[in-house]
């Protein structure tokens, strides 16, 4: 009887930690200026300016490396950006045979009026197709 309790108790406990580490999932609060790694689907939190901003989706085009493309394409995202309750929708792109770090890859659009400046859509595609849609996710700066 001992060990059953003992049991239903060790899984009460573990279940209870578990629950606490996916009420945390979404990303800490960062600051305006900070880069971010956002993944797809996920959640940003800047506290001191009440925004959220959600990164919803991503179609991508852009030519995969070590192929030859007539056109270098192009990877669209969608975010979700909420300033006290109120959501606005922003798209923006990546070019693409383009894999700078300094944000040249990427463009950026403003609302809420605060301006996201994408830096670009990662992982950029490889042929044979080995990125599976749940590793996507972006670089991004947000500033007022």
């Given amino acids: ?8 108790f060790v899984l009460f406990f573990v279940n209870g930690l578990n629950k606490c580490d996916h009420e945390n999932h979404d990303q800490d609060f960062v600051n305006l200026g900070d880069t971010i790694e956002l993944p797809i689907n996920e959640v940003v939190k800047f ?11 991503t179609s991508d085009s852009r030519c995969p ?15 979700k950006i909420t300033k006290d309750g ?3 929708t922003l798209n923006l792109e990546s070019k693409g045979l383009c894999q ?4 040249s890859c ?4 403003a609302a809420h009026g605060y301006t996201v400046k994408l830096i670009n859509v990662y992982p950029y595609p490889t042929e044979p197709k080995t990125n599976e849609a749940g590793a996507v996710y972006i670089k991004m700066i947000v500033s007022k």
């Fill in 65 to 79: 490396l070590n192929v030859n493309c007539i056109q270098a394409g192009k990877a669209k995202i969608v975010l």
């Fill in 100 to 103: 700078a770090e300094d944000g």
């Fill in 106 to 109: 990427g463009s950026e659009g």
């Fill in 1 to 8: 009887m001992k060990i059953i309790l003992y049991s239903f």
């Fill in 86 to 88: 109120n959501a606005q």
């Fill in 47 to 57: 506290k001191s300016e009440n925004l959220e901003i959600k990164f919803e989706s």
